[in-house]
Nanobody, 119 residues
Framework: QVQLVESGGGLVHSGGSLRLSCAAS????????MGWYRQAPGKERELVAS???????NYADSVKGRFTISRDNAKNTLYLQMNSLESEDTAVYYC?????????????WGQGTQVTVSS
């Protein structure tokens, strides 16, 4: 089992910055890819960015050049640095982790943190 706890959300003006953190605990040795998803009201949850355990990153087109995902394996923490925030970035942001043990994939989610960007 893996537990994920997000922090760092809040209210920011358009053009501002926020950094989200996600602390992982439990069976962290089995974590592979981690990522951030977001869900705006009335919309489906979407991938924002992901990072493999080897450090390879992937971003949604809408955040490329503005957001940076990183992970500190020594601290078991995932980060999302968000710059030049826009009102369209308003959503609940969820941390996600994938584990694979004995060929069985498991997905874990945090409880979510609200990000609100005012125009």
């Amino acid at each position: 089992q893996v537990q994920l706890v997000e922090s760092g959300g809040g209210l920011v003006h358009s053009g501002g910055s926020l950094r989200l953190s996600c602390a992982a605990s439990g069976s962290i040795f089995s974590i592979g890819t981690m990522g951030w998803y977001r869900q705006a009201p009335g919309k489906e949850r979407e991938l924002v960015a992901s990072i493999t355990d080897g450090g390879r990153t992937n971003y949604a087109d809408s955040v490329k050049g503005r957001f940076t995902i990183s992970r500190d394996n020594a601290k078991n923490t995932l980060y999302l640095q968000m710059n030049s925030l826009e009102s369209e970035d308003t959503a609940v942001y969820y941390c996600h982790a994938v584990t694979t043990r004995w060929g069985i994939r498991s997905d874990y989610w945090g409880q979510g943190t609200q990000v609100t960007v005012s125009s």
